[in-house]
């Protein structure tokens, strides 16, 4: 199951790449936990309504923000992704590059809890995954 994991989380984020929030929702759990931690995006989003709405903020924020992953471990159910997103923004213009880690618990397929951190210890220990 864990290989299935890594690679789902591999397709979901391709259409997070290609804008494609309806195929992305493919992965996603209807009744998802969402945590995000984008400057003005941060916190709690439920469902995939909540889920639309945390894509258009960032979006509007930063209208070609490019999620990638840097590297995706197998923790059982769960997956841990060193990530970087990078834009610019709407208003400012200016460009960031951010380095982020991010945990999914997955389950019939499907992303049940998401959760992004400042650091790898932070996402390992709310996964209850810490050393």
């Known amino acids: 199951m864990s290989k299935e994991n890594i690679e789902i989380t591999k397709r979901a984020y391709e259409k997070l790449q290609r804008n494609d929030i309806d195929g992305f929702l493919k992965y996603v759990d209807p009744e998802v936990e969402w945590h995000s ?65 991010q945990v999914g618990l997955i389950a019939d397929g499907r992303i049940v809890w998401y959760g992004a951190f400042r650091n790898e210890r932070d996402a390992l220990e709310a996964a209850g995954l810490s050393e």
């Open 37 to 101: 931690l984008i400057l003005e995006i941060e916190g709690v989003f439920r469902g995939h309504d909540g889920v639309r709405r945390w894509w258009r903020e960032i979006t509007s924020v930063f209208p070609d923000w490019q999620p990638s992953i840097v590297e995706v471990r197998d923790l059982g159910d769960w997956v841990l992704i060193h990530a970087r997103g990078m834009g610019r923004g709407a208003a400012s213009g200016v460009g960031i590059e951010d380095d982020f880690w």
